[in-house]
């Protein structure tokens, strides 16, 4: 079988993992690993901080803690996306509002928010699909008419840019993912990203639970959302080889475009003008009904492939947080019934791209 994705662990990462753990790094308050890898990645981003935690999924939860929003607010948010960028809304007491997608991009569609904006809307998480940047420039207007706070969901996107400048650096603040399956990895983990010194300081209180001066009073509740020094060794390893990892990522997505632009039931992504899309993993859509034929013929064959995320309109658990007033998301079930991602790991070979492009022409005659 031809996985979807699988980590690539190089010899310098478990060295360096090795180093952590002689070092005695296996928790988040010991050595300087994690200090380092903060630092390194901040100035990658171009951003002032970054601060460590222990899932993409944390650091949003402590990013939209940070913003210091009173209860009940509204954030708006993307609806085909994976169910951590609403469990950060929700875990923080707030009220996620899912705006449909572009049918173009597959990320948020810019058009529909303003008109889902109220006096309770106090956010927007912007999350780069796939790694394929949003359309800033319009959530930057919104952010300035209506005095809203802006989070990019950058899990998927590292080292993706917009005009030039970093997915990440674009926000108020930000956060990425470094899960099994992305850019880049540490096993779990996560980083928060901003240039707001308060931000900053309160998601490091929040994510080492609340420990202040004298140390054993808390005036916060806080959570224990590090990250340790073990996952933060691996972390910096793989971000010294990040600029040949988005080649090799870039390389694949060009093979299969190549191979499959001539097929008319085979769409992908559209790029905003001026971006770097990195392409973490290569999504198509499949039109005329035949994603589920297709997916069970690739998987007879020995090709894994993950489908869309469904809709957080219809995500029965989160039910009963959004109002009944937000409306239907119709092209982010489009996505979901036509959309899946295909084998993208890092060491994918050009013969198996060519194996299973093959295989979708086979099946498209």
Not at 10 to 33: H, P, Q, W, Y
Not at 216 to 222: C, D, K, M, S
Request: proline letters at 3%; aromatic letters at 10%.
């Amino acid at each position: 079988m031809i996985p979807v994705f699988k980590p690539l662990i190089s010899k310098k990462d478990k060295i360096s993992v090795l180093r952590a753990l002689n070092n005695g790094e296996i928790s988040g308050n010991f050595g300087k690993t994690i200090n380092i890898f903060e630092k390194k990645f901040a100035q990658y981003i171009g951003c002032k901080y970054a601060s460590t935690t222990s899932s993409g999924t944390t650091a949003l939860q402590v990013a939209v803690a940070a913003l210091n929003l009173n209860k009940g607010s509204e954030i708006i948010i993307s609806s085909c996306t994976n169910i951590a960028t609403a469990l950060a809304v929700v875990h923080n007491g707030h009220i996620p509002i899912p705006i449909d997608s572009d049918l173009d991009s597959w990320n948020i569609d810019v058009k529909k928010i303003e008109a889902q904006i109220n006096k309770k809307t106090k956010a927007i998480i912007v999350v780069h699909f796939l790694g394929n940047p949003v359309n800033m420039k319009k959530i930057t207007y919104l952010k300035k008419k209506y005095n809203l706070k802006i989070i990019e969901d950058a899990a998927e996107a590292h080292g993706a840019k917009l005009n030039n400048k970093m997915i990440g650096n674009l926000s108020d603040i930000s956060c990425f993912s470094f899960y099994a399956n992305k850019v880049l990895t540490s096993g779990e983990g996560g980083m928060v990203c901003t240039n707001n010194t308060s931000y900053f300081k309160k998601v490091n209180l929040l994510k080492n639970l609340g420990f202040e001066k004298p140390r054993f009073i808390h005036n916060v509740l806080g959570f224990n959302f590090r990250m340790s020094g073990m996952q933060a060794a691996l972390g910096l390893s793989q971000l010294k080889e990040v600029k040949k990892i988005l080649i090799k990522k870039i390389k694949i997505a060009k093979l299969y475009k190549s191979e499959l632009k001539n097929l008319k039931n085979i769409i992908f992504a559209k790029e905003e003008k001026n971006s770097k899309n990195i392409y973490w993993q290569v999504g198509i859509r499949i039109k005329g009904n035949l994603k589920n034929k297709l997916t069970k013929y690739l998987k007879k064959n020995g090709v894994d492939i993950r489908d869309f995320f469904y809709s957080m309109r219809n995500q029965p658990c989160l039910k009963k947080f959004i109002p009944k007033k937000v409306p239907e998301t119709y092209n982010s079930n489009i996505l979901w019934e036509e959309g899946i991602y295909l084998p993208s790991s890092h060491d994918i070979k050009d013969k198996e791209i060519l194996y299973i492009c093959n295989l979708i022409k086979k099946f498209m005659k």
